[in-house]
């Protein structure tokens, strides 16, 4: 039975790992991709502590909880502004364009 809460665990951080990234490539924001970031190191400590849960139940659920705790979402922009909540689980967001100006002397800012 921890075995199986241990993987859904793991499935769960890796689809809002997923969600950052998809959300990270369509508006660009850093804290999503850093979130994306976190997600995937959490992510691999969760698997880790759910092959120990097998032999080690204490020791494997003790590195599936650190691996939710280096998965907390802290602060985020607001991305979601007349979202359903459907779009806000798939994490569908509008595209944001940074527009590039020039100065006087064609260089990029």
Same mark, same amino acid.
């Given at each position: 039975?921890? =075995?199986?809460? =241990?993987? $859904?665990?793991?499935?769960?951080v ?14 660009? !924001? ?12 959490? =992510?691999?400590?969760? $698997?880790?502590? &759910?092959?120990?849960?097998? *032999?080690?139940? !204490?020791?494997?659920?003790l ?7 280096? /998965?907390?979402?802290?602060g ?6 007349? &979202? =359903? /909540? $459907? ?5 569908? *967001?509008?595209y944001?364009?940074?527009?590039? *100006?020039?100065?006087?002397? /064609? *260089?990029?800012?």
């Open positions: 039975m921890y =075995s199986e809460i =241990s993987m $859904l665990a793991y499935f769960v890796l689809f809002l790992t997923l969600r950052d990234v998809r959300i990270f490539k369509r508006t660009g !924001y850093r804290s999503y991709r850093k979130g994306a970031l976190k997600g995937l190191a959490a =992510s691999t400590l969760i $698997l880790i502590g &759910a092959i120990i849960v097998e *032999t080690q139940l !204490y020791l494997g659920l590195i599936v909880f650190i691996g939710l705790y280096i /998965n907390l979402k802290r985020r922009e607001q991305v979601f502004i007349d &979202a =359903s /909540n $459907l779009d806000r689980f798939l994490g569908k *967001t509008d944001v364009k940074k527009v590039k *100006t020039k100065c006087k002397d /064609n *260089t990029r800012i």
